[in-house]
């Protein structure tokens, strides 16, 4: 045998993966008087071979460890030897072994040796077995115990005691159940039966509490080796015992951490992710847990201070676990205000920002007389120990977690405290992420909230009402947008949008793209070219900010359409947006057949927009809406079309209460993008609030068409309007017939405003001029915007509208009775 490689037994123990050991039992003079399976698997000897026989005669020759004196004295001094060897197979071959000779006392000071052996050649086979074999390798101190057939102790180690605390003297010639409980002991001993009857190795775990640490409860794995005599027939029970609470504890942990970061954070609500801290705990690491943050946090608020200034003396309770929930009862329930004392070692978790761990809890402490409440709840529920354990996040202290045992007997360690703040750490990250979530929601459904219009009004020409849900908090906020404008001759324009994307970033462009809007309908282009300018606005945007960090080009579907309801013509195009739903008076649902259109913004706009027009009867009622009103993960688009028109087809219903019937037919009350309604019943101007009369291109129009103004307005009883008026006319109709080529047209319209329009065949819209003192002209449209509301121009089919408005008198004489 060459003997390398020596290691002293007192190396601590490492962590390898092993194969399988063969154990076998020398006397003193080197004679093997007890042998295993294992060993004749091993070296292909069996056990009537062996046992007799010098273990000489499986060892290399130059070398046998027990039988030179000096290495057989050092090894009784040492009280064992360990290294590699090479050992002779009984084919002749030879196997590379590592091997580990324990030194055995007896009862009358006899002396043996237990021979451990493992095959170095499979350790790369990949092959596992026990935490004792892995001490064979790692040369950790094993307890090992040899017992006769009536499993009474008779050869022991001296490991042995530092494992029980037995010493050996007091082993000999007894049972286990003398050193150990009786459970654990009944275990054991149904163990080392098997054993003995089937001859094959056995592991098993079991509990002591050794006498270095009595308060800490260890967890031992035992191999049971059954020792044959020379004819094969059971002669003794071999236990090698190895202390694997470390391991455990270890696998433990990294369980509790993997668990962790599944169960801890699965929303982004703060409150939730306290409570999911306190249930991970609760029992795998505590019987109690309480997790309280401070006072913004629960509301989505990031505290103003941090770890190093002042500490906060309001917490409210986000988590609460307990093996017995009746324990943690009022006054402290979840959600609920809980105050902190300033001489309390939970003020000074959140001062000082570090952790807090009492074993054994003292509810004598100074901080008692001053909290006595929370003193005497912690005295009924038993806790015994304690931890706290502060809640950080980016230097800023967002609460504490409490962690307490009562009927878990062994206190907390500061491996214990170790995985606390692993665990609590985690839930920081998550709680941070969560405020930092809910602050850029807050922001961006503060401005988009405020960028979308409080509060709508169709005029005379609609009855509006709308709805707008942002979508959940999963999903953020987005970029839906809705807006009714009111043009001139009475028209209104109704939009919606929606743009791509959630967050600030959808929302600034969902600001962009309706005030874009607002600026081209205050040019009364068709919906077409609205259309086709807004898409030419959002590419130039997104062409700016291409080199803009971070920033992803934006898109967007729009609809837009104008109402009259002078003709109750209503034209609309559409860019990549769903089709109104229309419903007739007798309630009847239709979708329109619109061009679909690119949507803006993504260079597909090879296709110009369209524009359709629809004469609709009086009371139809029109639903602009996001594809959130539709779409779902579950359902196809068509599904909920054919929903949202169903709700809308219900009679004797009014706009209000069919838009909260909309919200309630959503098929998840959360739903994954914003929920954006408009609804529209149209109305006729009736034949007595409008007036118009075709003008010949002769210079009598002027005062003709001043007449007839006159005359209209004294039948309206708007007599105080009569000499603005009459400007007004006299110097539009003047523009016409100068610039304009054929005749020309005077429509008056009384609704809420009063609106005077002159249409001719030129294409050429007026501008207006700011003439020098002596300059003779210019001064037409200058008169026109001071004696009117607001004045404008407009395209036509067969030329343009240049119209005025004029306020109503605050009291007029019957303005309204001809038309309410």
């Not at 839906?480 to 109704?494: C, Q, T």
């Not at 405003?753 to 001719?760: G, I, Y």
């Amino acid at each position: 045998m060459t003997n390398t490689d020596q290691t002293p037994l007192a190396e601590p123990p490492s962590r390898h993966e092993v194969p399988d050991a063969a154990i076998a039992m020398i006397d003193a003079e080197g004679t093997v008087v007890g042998w295993t399976q294992a060993a004749q698997q091993l070296v292909g000897y069996a056990a009537r071979e062996m046992v007799g026989r010098s273990a000489a005669q499986v060892l290399q020759p130059s070398t046998d460890v027990l039988g030179a004196s000096a290495q057989a004295e050092q090894c009784r001094a040492q009280g064992g030897w360990s290294g590699t060897v090479a050992v002779r197979h009984r084919d002749g071959h030879t196997l590379r072994m590592t091997l580990r000779v324990s030194l055995l006392w007896g009862q009358d000071a006899s002396t043996r040796w237990l021979v451990s052996v493992t095959d170095i050649g499979s350790l790369s086979s990949g092959r596992v077995d026990g935490p004792v074999r892995e001490s064979l390798l790692a040369h950790a101190p094993i307890g090992i115990v040899v017992r006769d057939l009536h499993l009474r102790c008779t050869w022991v180690n001296d490991a042995m005691e530092r494992h029980d605390g037995v010493p050996r003297a007091r082993r000999f010639g007894r049972r286990l159940k003398d050193s150990l409980p009786g459970f654990e002991a009944e275990a054991l001993e149904v163990v080392m039966r098997q054993v003995l009857a089937s001859g094959s190795t056995t592991v098993h775990e079991y509990r002591a509490w050794p006498p270095a640490d009595r308060r800490g409860e260890h967890v031992f794995s035992a191999s049971f080796f059954c020792l044959q005599d020379a004819d094969g027939r059971p002669l003794a029970v071999c236990s090698m015992s190895v202390d694997v609470t470390g391991n455990r504890r270890a696998q433990e942990r990294l369980a509790i951490l993997s668990e962790a970061s599944t169960r801890i954070g699965s929303t982004l609500d703060v409150m939730q992710t306290g409570q999911e801290l306190a249930n991970l705990t609760v029992p795998l690491l505590a019987d109690h847990a309480l997790v309280d943050l401070v006072e913004p946090v629960p509301f989505g608020l990031e505290p103003s201070f941090g770890t190093a200034r002042v500490s906060p003396s309001r917490l409210r309770r986000a988590g609460l676990a307990s093996i017995d929930l009746g324990v943690l009862e009022s006054p402290w329930v979840r959600e609920e205000v809980v105050h902190v004392h300033p001489s309390s070692p939970f003020a000074t978790a959140l001062r000082t920002g570090r952790s807090h761990l009492e074993p054994v809890l003292d509810t004598a402490g100074p901080w008692v007389d001053h909290d006595p409440v929370r003193a005497q709840k912690v005295r009924d529920s038993g806790v015994h120990s304690l931890m706290v354990v502060p809640i950080r996040a980016r230097r800023c202290m967002l609460g504490l977690a409490l962690f307490g045992r009562s009927e878990e007997q062994t206190p907390f360690q500061e491996d214990d405290l170790l995985l606390a703040e692993e665990l609590v750490t985690r839930a920081a990250l998550c709680l941070d992420n969560a405020l930092q979530y809910a602050r850029e929601r807050t922001v961006a459904l503060t401005l988009q909230r405020d960028l979308l219009p409080h509060r709508v009004r169709g005029g005379v020409a609609i009855e509006v009402a709308s709805r707008y849900m942002p979508a959940d908090m999963d999903h953020g906020v987005g970029g839906d947008w809705f807006d009714v404008i009111e043009l001139s001759g009475a028209r209104v324009a109704l939009v919606v949008g929606d743009v791509v994307g959630h967050g600030i970033n959808a929302a600034v462009a969902m600001g962009r793209l309706r005030t874009a809007v607002h600026t081209l309908a205050d040019m009364d282009l068709p919906p077409h070219e609205l259309l086709a300018h807004l898409d030419d606005t959002v590419r130039r945007v997104n062409e700016e900010d291409a080199d803009a960090p971070d920033q992803v080009p934006s898109g967007a579907t729009c609809l837009y359409a104008v109402y009259d309801p002078v003709t109750r013509r209503c034209t609309m195009a559409r860019a990549g947006h769903p089709p109104p739903v229309i419903i007739d008076p007798q309630g009847q649902a239709s979708f329109p057949e619109l061009p679909a259109g690119a949507p803006l913004g993504l260079g597909l706009g090879l296709v110009p927009f369209e524009s359709v027009e629809l004469v609709l009867p009086e009371g139809s009622l029109l639903g602009f809406y996001t594809d959130g009103v539709v779409e779902s993960r579950n359902d196809d688009i068509d599904v909920g079309l054919h929903r949202l028109a169903a709700t809308l087809a219900r009679p004797g219903q009014s706009l209000e209460e069919l838009c909260s019937e909309v919200i309630e037919s959503l098929p998840v009350p959360a739903p994954a993008d914003d929920v954006t309604l408009l609804l529209a019943r149209t109305r006729e101007l009736k034949p007595a609030q409008v007036a118009s009369w075709d003008l010949q291109s002769e210079p009598t129009a002027v005062r003709a068409a001043r007449q007839l103004a006159a005359r209209q307005l004294d039948e309206w009883g708007l007599e105080r309007l009569v000499p603005a008026v009459e400007l007004i006319v006299s110097e539009l109709v003047t523009n016409a017939l100068r610039y304009g080529e054929g005749p020309s047209r005077l429509r008056l319209i009384q609704h809420h405003v009063l609106t005077c329009e002159v249409s001719d065949t030129s294409a050429s819209h007026p501008r207006p001029r700011h003439p020098r003192a002596l300059d003779e002209n210019g001064r037409g449209l200058f008169l026109v915007a001071q004696l009117s509301r607001r004045w404008g121009s407009r395209s036509a089919t067969d030329g343009k509208v240049v119209w005025a408005e004029q306020d109503l008198p605050s009291t007029p004489r019957d303005v309204l009775s001809t038309w309410r």
